[in-house]
């Protein structure tokens, strides 16, 4: 990972196919350190310092009496401290939790796609900002899974919907239920506003200068629904061209609304995006069963032989069937929760032979000790096998 500025892991490498960034794993709420987590990453932080100097001073030591200026360069000085620190370096700490479900995609053509809109996409957008300013011909393309609060709440947030002159087209693909929430909420397609408008926040529309260009992913299960539409409509199942890459969508289970997951093909490099899946363990005779079942059969299917998969695991199955509590929150049965366990993704990825899988969404009470031991648990799993396993977290650039 590296940063050219606070806002921008971005790197300058040219991009051979396509480029992942994750800006957010987090599920259900953005979460950041608390207290205890600060301390536990000061600790690890001094002990990996001491370590080095410690390491350092055996080895050097072994000529004679070392002098605490031998080892700096110089006598002793907050600068000298700070040029030897940053020989030392810093660890390769994880840092979890977050912000919520966004995940940017670019293609070696140039083309710019976002996965979701959650908080991440405030970060994101400032990048793509960036990227992009003296580009002429401005056209992002948003994917979203669904219409919860997690995966929209970052959109009004973004610096591209408010950039002008050569303010940014943005084609918005999702179920019904995601364009109308951001339809209701801002009046993003209809340009008018309704009676949840400003709920969420005080913008509008026409505070935006962005062009906002709806198209409806439409399921064969998906109800029809009685209000008039702002958008194009498409057959859920038909992929989604742009340049050379092809866009898969596919329908997850989320227990009560549409989720969409997608399959990103691009010079026959392949990433697959799918948050919110349950594959469920409940009352075998209840019809939201089968349709779990169906839609797992369609994720292994996007999965298979995929270079890179980002799927949720929120639970481990203990968790999911109320056996066992997260963090301090008391054991409580998930089923129809909408999310996944960590078994699931293990063997998923097995079965579908996928190269590298990243878990995400992870749950708001996970504590930071708990995601280490995860951490720890998913490298030895994965110890000379052909498939690596790993928890999500936010920052991470991944070329294919
Ligand atoms: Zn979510
Ligand atoms: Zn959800």
Avoid at 209 to 225: K, M, P
Avoid at 278 to 305: H, I, W, Y
Avoid at 356 to 364: C, Q
Wanted: net charge negative; glycine share 8%; hydrophobic share 30%.
């Amino acid at each position: 990972m590296s940063g050219q500025n606070s806002s921008s892991p971005a790197t300058i490498r040219p991009i051979q196919n396509l480029r992942i960034t994750f800006w957010g794993v987090q599920g259900s709420c953005p979460i950041f350190p608390n207290p205890y987590g600060i301390q536990e990453y000061s600790r690890r932080l001094a002990v990996h310092t001491l370590a080095k100097a410690f390491d350092e001073m055996t080895q050097r030591a072994k000529g004679g009496l070392l002098r605490v200026e031998d080892l700096l360069g110089g006598p002793l000085s907050q600068q000298t401290i700070e040029v030897y620190q940053q020989k030392i370096g810093l660890p390769d700490l994880p840092f979890y939790g977050g912000e919520t479900t966004c995940v940017e995609v670019e293609t070696s053509e140039g083309n710019i796609l976002i996965f979701d809109a959650g908080s991440g996409i405030r970060r994101c957008s400032l990048g793509v900002v960036e990227k992009w300013r003296a580009k002429q011909d401005r056209v992002l393309h948003l994917f979203g899974s669904h219409e919860h609060l997690d995966h929209r709440i970052g959109l009004t947030f973004s610096r591209f919907c408010y950039v002008s002159p050569r303010p940014f087209t943005v084609n918005v693909y999702g179920s019904y239920p995601f364009l109308h929430a951001l339809d209701q909420h801002y009046g993003l397609f209809s340009r008018q506003t309704s009676d949840v408008t400003y709920v969420d926040d005080p913008v509008d529309y026409t505070q935006m200068s962005a062009v906002f260009r709806g198209f409806e992913l439409h399921g064969q299960s998906d109800a029809e629904s009685p209000n008039k539409r702002f958008w194009e409509v498409r057959e859920l199942n038909e992929p989604i061209t742009i340049g050379s890459t092809v866009v898969q969508p596919f329908e997850a289970y989320h227990a009560m609304t549409c989720c969409v997951g997608y399959r990103v093909e691009h010079n026959g490099k392949s990433f697959v995006f799918s948050t919110d899946h349950e594959f469920r363990r409940g009352n075998q005779t209840d019809p939201c069963q089968e349709r779990s079942v169906v839609a797992e059969a369609r994720l292994r299917k996007q999965c298979m032989d995929a270079d890179l998969a980002y799927m949720d695991g929120q639970y481990y199955l203990e968790e999911y069937l109320g056996k066992k509590g997260i963090g301090s929150f008391p054991p409580v049965p998930r089923v129809d929760w909408g999310h996944g366990c960590m078994e699931d993704a293990i063997e998923r990825t097995i079965q579908c032979r996928i190269k590298r899988t990243l878990v995400g969404h992870h749950d708001p009470e996970r504590e930071w000790t708990h995601r280490l031991e995860q951490d720890r648990y998913l490298a030895k799993l994965c110890e000379g096998k052909a498939y690596q396993i790993e928890l999500a977290d936010s920052d991470r650039v991944i070329d294919l």
